[in-house]
């Protein structure tokens, strides 16, 4: 397996913006999709955010689209997360993850150890 490791989480006002890194390292060659997901305080399972292929297919979970947006950089084998217009109700902890499948949605096999994302009003 991969390791990954995320950094870019914080505390952040309502309406502001963050941007989540992640990058893959060790047996990054089964590196195929990569993403988040994000397990909401209080509740115990983790639920997809967005996740992307080496070829830049893209898939959303509803509650972010049009505010989120995912990206790659398949030479420094490192995914983005830019988070835009950001709402209390995105407070959370964002893992990141990576598949041995080139396909979009995936659950991912590989976990980073998660960064908090905190959102005030």
């Known amino acids: 397996q991969a390791q990954l490791v995320e950094s870019g989480g914080g505390l952040v006002q309502a309406g502001g913006s963050l941007r989540l890194s992640c990058t893959a390292s060790?047996?990054?060659?089964?590196?195929?999709?990569m993403g988040w997901y994000r397990q909401l305080p209080g509740k115990p399972a983790r639920d997809p955010v967005a996740a992307i292929t080496t070829g830049g297919r893209t898939d959303y979970d509803d509650s972010v689209k049009g505010r989120f947006t995912i990206s790659r950089d398949n030479a420094k084998n490192t995914v983005y997360l830019q988070m835009n217009s950001l709402k209390p109700e995105d407070t959370a902890v964002y893992y990141c993850g990576s598949s041995i499948y080139d396909q979009v949605p995936v659950f991912f096999g590989s976990w980073g150890q998660g960064t908090q994302v905190t959102v005030s009003t």
């Open positions: 060790g047996n990054s060659g089964n590196v195929k999709a």
